[in-house]
């Protein structure tokens, strides 16, 4: 199966929360990142996790972390127009020497 | 100005040509990256080099071939292009010191192979 799944499209309207959810199967994994990609423009890194914490919390983004179920959320409160963008999910992969391993990534569509 | 360039930015070419994708990184970082990007597919590692004699084939490494000429420069050639190498191809470094190795991504190289 794939290492890192998430859904492909996620459509909510200005103000609202917005859930992002992603799944892993390497157990090892230290690091779980979520990277935003706005239209035309690289990867940028939005927050991160250590496997050893079950929430983190940054200002509007909110990551949650459950291990047992390999299972990993990327909220954004209060989502706003310019939170349009692709989001990956990612885990790094031990075995390629710290090299990031990604979701498909998921298009956040922010609706005025 | 940009931390991690590439050029070129956009690229068109023909099968059976030899292209080469270049990435410069004024960052300092050892560990370099390269990864294309497929719609609905995400991104998906091709090579990797942890420091200038240290390169490793990543997930899709057929077809391409790298050269780590300085710690700040890594290319990316493709001997003989195929129509189905047309990607966006992103070039990434990172620290490669303890804690989250944030990787720092370039603004990627959108290449079309006809």
């Known amino acids: 199966g794939e290492d890192v799944e998430q859904s492909l499209f996620l459509s909510v309207r200005e103000g609202d929360s917005s859930v992002i959810n992603c799944t892993y199967t390497d157990s090892s994994s230290t690091y779980l990142y979520w990277y935003k990609q706005e239209p035309g423009a690289g990867l940028q890194l939005l927050t991160y996790?250590?496997?050893?914490?079950d929430m983190k919390q940054d200002q509007r983004l909110t990551v949650l972390l459950n291990k047992k179920d390999k299972h990993l959320s990327l909220r954004i409160a209060d989502t706003q127009t310019g939170d349009s963008a692709i989001y990956f999910c990612a885990e790094v992969k031990e075995q390629a020497g710290t090299a990031l391993i990604f979701g498909k990534g998921t298009t956040l569509s922010v609706s005025s | 100005d940009a931390d991690v360039t590439q050029t070129p930015r956009n690229r068109i070419t023909k099968t059976g040509k030899r292209i080469m994708l270049e990435c410069s990184q004024t960052k300092g970082h050892d560990r370099m990256y390269w990864y294309r990007q497929d719609p609905g597919l995400g991104l998906r590692l091709i090579y990797y080099s942890f420091d200038v004699k240290d390169i490793n084939k990543g997930e899709i490494s057929d077809g391409y071939s790298v050269s780590r000429q300085a710690q700040a420069k890594f290319s990316l050639s493709l001997e003989s292009a195929i129509p189905n190498q047309t990607a966006l191809y992103f070039c990434?470094?990172?620290?490669?010191?303890?804690?989250?190795?944030?990787?720092?991504f370039g603004p990627g190289t959108r290449l079309t192979v006809l």
């Open positions: 990434a470094t990172s620290e490669g010191t303890s804690g989250s190795d944030e990787q720092f």
């Open positions: 996790i250590f496997s050893n914490m």
